[in-house]
C-alpha cells in the first residue's frame, strides 16, 4: 500500500520520498500548496495541512504508513484520521532532545513530546525518529557567511556530533520498511564530535573561501536572535541551553544508531558542507 510523505519539501521529507521511490515503494507526497509541488513526473503529490483536519481524509486513502514532522497543533486530529484510513504505521521526525535528561523542561523538547504523546495516545503505532543535532541546523550562518564570511557563535568550542538529513532520511525509510521500531527511536547522531568552529572550518573548505569566527555572548545572541515574544525567548533558550552544553564534560553524546540501522558509517559533515555549498555562496 502507499506511504504518504507529509512535509516533502522538507529536507528530510524530500529525501524520504527519494529514498522511498528508490527501494521502488508507492509513494505519495504531501504539500500545503500544489503550485509548489516539484517532485518530477512519478510521485503523485496530494495536498494537506494537519491544522485544516477537512483536507486529511482524502491525502491518507489508501495510505498504510507516513512520516511527518513533530507538530503539536493538529497532531490529535491526524492522529484520529490516519486511525480512520486505517493506517498501520507512523514515523514521526521528532527530537533527541526527549531522551536527554538535562534537556526535559525546554521548549523545543516540551513540544516534541506533546507531539509524541497526541500521536500515541489518537492514532497508529508511532515509531518516532529522534535525531539530536542536525547538520542543517548550520544553513542558519548560510546569510552571514554570503555576505560577510562571518559566524557569530555563542560558545564556539561547543561539542556535537550532527547528522546529515540524509542520513536521517534513510533511517525513516528504514522504519518504514519495518525495520525495529525500539532501534530507530533511539538517540539519532552524527558519527564525529565537532566543534561549533570546526563545523565553520568545513564549510568554509567547500566553499573555498576563508570564513571568520566572531565569538559573542549569551547576552548578545538573544539581542541578536531573540525576537522579544515569550515563545521566542524560549526557543532561543532551550538553544542555548544545548550549546552551552556542548563545552562541558559529557555534555555531547555520539550514538551508533545510525550505523547499526544504515549498515554504514554516517556521513560525515564535510560531506554535508559540500552537498549544500551553494547555500553558502
Known sequence: MTILVIGARGAVGRQVVAGLRAAGRPVRASVRDLAKA??????????????????LPAALDGVSQVFLYAEPSGAADFGKAASAAGVERV??????????PWATSNRITAEHRLTEELLSANGPELVPIRPLALANNARSWAWSIRSERIVRLVHP?????????????????????GADPRAVSALLTGG?????????????????????????DETRAHEMFGMGGTVE??????????????TEPGGWYRTDTAEHLLGRPPLQFSAWAQDHAADFT
Open 157 to 177: 568550542e561547543s561539542v556535537s556530533a550532527p547528522i546529515h538529513e540524509r542520513d536521517i532520511a534513510e533511517v525513516a525509510v528504514a522504519a518504514l520498511s
Open 91 to 100: 514515523v514521526l521526525l521528532s527530537s533527541g532532545s526527549v531522551l536527554v
Open 233 to 246: 525567548t524560549e526557543l532561543m533558550e532551550a538553544v542555548l541551553h544545548f550549546v552551552r552544553r556542548g
Open 38 to 55: 516539484d517532485f518530477g513526473p512519478g510521485i503523485e503529490v496530494v495536498q494537506a495541512d494537519l491544522t485544516l483536519p477537512e483536507t
Open 192 to 216: 564525529e564530535p565537532l566543534t561549533l568552529r570546526t563545523q565553520v572550518g568545513l564549510i568554509a573548505a567547500a566553499i573555498g573561501a576563508p570564513i571568520a569566527v566572531e565569538e559573542i
